[in-house]
């Protein structure tokens, strides 16, 4: 199940687990990514809160929670290859796994239609 925020991340989420990114309309808008500031593992985050920072040549962009938990794994690929971010936004280009500490606020989010409604 793939979940969506207004501030354009995504997460897929497989039980208790959520993967984490930016979407492409995310990453659209920021223009070509150049850094990535990612989370350290075993930290926990509130829903909501800026858990990184991604940076392209145009601005830079904090990386909310969309969900409380904690880190359990981050992209170390994508910080060594901001631009994944952008070829491969929803794919190799996640940026961290974060095991869900509330699973009820996966329902306060956005799906596939009302995001691209949202986002358009």
Do not use: C
């Amino acid at each position: 199940m793939i979940k969506y925020t207004e501030d354009h991340e995504w997460l897929s989420i497989d039980g208790d687990i959520a993967t984490v990114g930016i979407t492409h309309h995310a990453q659209d808008a920021l223009g070509d990514v150049v850094f990535v500031e990612l989370p350290e593992v075993g930290a926990s985050f509130e829903q909501k809160a800026t858990a990184g920072v991604v940076e392209s040549v145009k601005a830079a962009a904090d990386v909310y929670m969309p969900v409380s938990g904690e880190i359990i794994a981050v992209n170390d690929t994508l910080r060594d290859d901001p631009a994944l971010a952008n070829t491969d936004p929803m794919g190799a280009g996640w940026f961290f796994k974060v095991k869900l500490s509330n699973p009820e606020q996966i329902d306060s989010l956005m799906d596939e239609t009302t995001y691209g409604t949202f986002s358009a």
